[in-house]
């Protein structure tokens, strides 16, 4: 058994205490001293401030890697890479692929999975289609678009392999909602974005279950007088995982702080990167997707200047918005990794049974040490 005792996140600030944890899980979680019995198997970090490590639900890439297309060693790097930058756990996000392509990334991230090290927790992938309004495809390729159909569903799931843990839809397509059921059979949340949407579609869509919005305000209906739409939808309580991208390009910091506030969004709202390929590195200019990208803040634009992802990693775009005054510490752990780890099941808190991944936050608001599962990355 190991563990550690400093100033841990407890009860939404941060509280003298200690962690204790065996075979990457935590076994212990106290505020002020630890049990005389633990003493000799805990590490005394003295005034380091540790929060629970971070959780991304969409991340294409890191580090020059992309999720649906690298080979299990790129994988490996890129999710090396994540880990220091502090996301523990994370959904690998994918563009819309052929089938074959799709089973050939399951073979790659099988692949990974027999790789060892300490990295990055990948729990499945997030596939942002191919069920979506080509309208509303924005940078996403739209070569492999498909109609939504259960039976298509079907080969979608089998063709992932038992990665696919999240698919965005457009639920107001013919099919959709067939496409749906299909997937929640298969234990996969469909998530309402690259849609027009409207308030209707998306309670018809949660009628029959649980539902995910990919990123609310990006590639969705505005909210207008006359229609709610999905962001209506979110702000009134519905939906039971709301993303946002918060790197205050996709969505407004004002936008951000306002729905981080709302009280329905309490428990729901929770932020994902869009990181693509080549986050975390200094390119200005690079091929994602199929198209050609540029850097624009912690953005990424294509030629026509639609916004195609983000370049920086989750940690650094909530402590961003931290010190820009945006965001309160207690709403970015919130958005980074309660409510994330809530979807997930197993992280994003410090309580007994939970993963012991831990990140240790930096003065004035940076990843310093950070553990997965217990290991020091």
Same mark, same amino acid.
């Given at each position: 058994?190991?563990?550690?005792?400093?100033?841990?996140?407890?009860?939404?600030?941060?509280?003298?205490?200690?962690?204790?944890?065996?075979?990457?899980?935590?076994?212990?979680?106290?505020?002020?001293?630890?049990?005389?019995?633990?003493?000799?198997?805990?590490?005394?970090?003295?005034?380091?401030?540790?929060?629970?490590?971070?959780?991304?639900?969409?991340?294409?890439?890191?580090?020059?890697?992309?999720?649906?297309?690298?080979?299990?060693?790129?994988?490996?790097?890129?999710?090396?890479?994540?880990?220091?930058?502090?996301?523990?756990?994370?959904?690998?996000?994918?563009?819309?692929?052929?089938?074959?392509?799709?089973?050939?990334?399951?073979?790659?991230?099988?692949?990974?999975?027999?790789?060892?090290?300490?990295?990055? &927790?990948?729990? #499945?992938?997030?596939?942002?289609?191919?069920?979506? =309004? %080509? *309208?509303?495809? +924005?940078? @996403?390729? $739209?070569?492999?678009?498909?109609?939504?159909?259960?039976?298509?569903?079907?080969?979608?799931? &089998?063709?992932? #392999?038992?990665?696919?843990?999240?698919?965005?839809? =457009? %639920? *107001?397509?013919? +099919?959709? @909602?067939? $496409?749906?059921?299909?997937?929640?059979?298969?234990?996969?949340?469909?998530?309402?974005?690259?849609?027009?949407?409207?308030?209707?579609?998306?309670?018809?869509?949660? =009628?029959?279950?649980?539902?995910?919005?990919?990123?609310?305000?990006?590639?969705?209906?505005?909210?207008?007088?006359?229609?709610?739409?999905?962001?209506?939808?979110?702000?009134?309580?519905?939906?039971?995982?709301?993303?946002?991208?918060?790197?205050?390009?996709?969505?407004?910091?004002?936008?951000?702080?306002?729905?981080?506030?709302?009280?329905?969004?309490?428990?729901?709202?929770?932020?994902?990167?869009?990181?693509?390929?080549?986050?975390?590195?200094?390119?200005?200019?690079?091929?994602?997707?199929?198209?050609?990208?540029?850097?624009?803040?912690?953005?990424?634009?294509?030629?026509?200047?639609?916004?195609?992802?983000?370049?920086?990693?989750?940690?650094?775009?909530?402590?961003?918005?931290?010190?820009?005054?945006?965001?309160?510490?207690?709403?970015?752990?919130?958005?980074?990794?309660?409510?994330?780890?809530?979807?997930?099941?197993?992280?994003?808190?410090?309580?007994?049974?939970?993963?012991?991944?831990?990140?240790?936050?930096?003065?004035?608001?940076?990843?310093?040490?950070?553990?997965?599962?217990?290991?020091?990355?």
């Amino acid at each position: 058994m190991k563990g550690i005792q400093a100033h841990l996140w407890l009860r939404g600030r941060f509280r003298r205490g200690w962690l204790s944890w065996s075979r990457g899980r935590l076994t212990g979680v106290g505020e002020g001293a630890a049990p005389r019995g633990l003493h000799g198997g805990l590490e005394e970090l003295g005034g380091a401030r540790i929060l629970p490590g971070f959780v991304d639900t969409l991340a294409h890439g890191f580090a020059g890697a992309g999720a649906a297309v690298s080979p299990a060693r790129d994988l490996d790097r890129m999710t090396r890479a994540l880990a220091r930058a502090g996301v523990t756990s994370a959904l690998a996000g994918f563009y819309p692929l052929s089938l074959p392509r799709m089973r050939a990334a399951a073979r790659r991230w099988d692949n990974w999975r027999k790789l060892r090290g300490v990295r990055t &927790r990948v729990a #499945g992938w997030h596939m942002e289609g191919p069920f979506i =309004a %080509p *309208e509303m495809a +924005g940078a @996403l390729p $739209a070569d492999d678009l498909q109609e939504p159909s259960a039976r298509n569903a079907r080969s979608l799931v &089998r063709a992932c #392999g038992g990665w696919l843990r999240m698919t965005t839809l =457009a %639920p *107001e397509l013919e +099919g959709g @909602l067939q $496409a749906a059921a299909e997937l929640r059979k298969a234990q996969v949340m469909p998530s309402i974005g690259h849609s027009a949407a409207t308030l209707a579609h998306c309670q018809a869509l949660a =009628a029959e279950g649980q539902v995910a919005i990919t990123h609310l305000g990006n590639r969705v209906l505005p909210l207008r007088a006359r229609e709610a739409g999905p962001i209506g939808f979110a702000m009134g309580g519905g939906g039971d995982f709301v993303a946002v991208i918060p790197d205050a390009t996709h969505v407004a910091a004002a936008t951000l702080r306002l729905w981080a506030r709302t009280a329905a969004m309490r428990s729901t709202l929770m932020a994902v990167s869009d990181n693509l390929s080549h986050a975390g590195l200094p390119a200005t200019s690079f091929e994602g997707g199929g198209q050609r990208l540029h850097r624009d803040g912690p953005a990424a634009r294509n030629a026509r200047g639609e916004l195609g992802g983000t370049l920086d990693p989750l940690p650094e775009l909530l402590f961003r918005r931290v010190q820009e005054g945006c965001l309160s510490l207690a709403q970015a752990v919130r958005l980074g990794a309660e409510n994330p780890g809530r979807l997930l099941g197993d992280c994003g808190r410090f309580e007994e049974g939970l993963r012991a991944d831990l990140v240790e936050m930096l003065p004035p608001a940076e990843v310093g040490r950070v553990w997965v599962a217990g290991r020091l990355a």
